[in-house]
């Protein structure tokens, strides 16, 4: 499996902006797909997933401003980011998890929050 992510930016605190991870490859091996997120000299945290069937699930710190959604015709997954805050400055990167448990992952793409 290939990620290709795009969609970083600089947004002003309050702003929102879409994250993009395209797919290739062996898609039918997914099990799930995230967004994790590394900001300068902490771990890199999970943001948001899509498992197979749809459900989703976030990390408190974003819940009700991003959603995570996948357009199976486009074999692509989205970040929607809403009510950004200069805490999400990070860079985000897109994972996919097979059902035999092999992760992959994107480059990275940066957000930055900030006025």
């Known amino acids: 499996v290939q990620l290709q992510a795009s969609g970083g930016g600089l947004v002003q605190p309050g702003g929102s902006l879409t994250l993009s991870c395209a797919v290739s490859?062996?898609?039918?091996?997914?099990?799930?797909m995230g967004w994790y997120r590394q900001a300068p000299g902490r771990q890199r945290e999970l943001v948001a997933v899509i498992i197979s069937g749809g459900t989703t699930n976030y990390a408190d710190s974003v819940k009700g401003r991003f959603t995570i959604s996948r357009d199976n015709a486009k074999n692509t997954v989205y970040l929607q980011m809403n009510s950004l805050k200069p805490e999400d400055t990070a860079v985000y990167y897109c994972?996919?998890?097979?059902?035999?448990?092999?992760?992959?992952w994107g480059q990275g793409t940066q957000l930055t929050v900030s006025s």
């Open positions: 994972n996919a998890e097979s059902w035999s448990k092999i992760q992959s």
């Open positions: 490859g062996s898609i039918i091996s997914i099990k799930s």
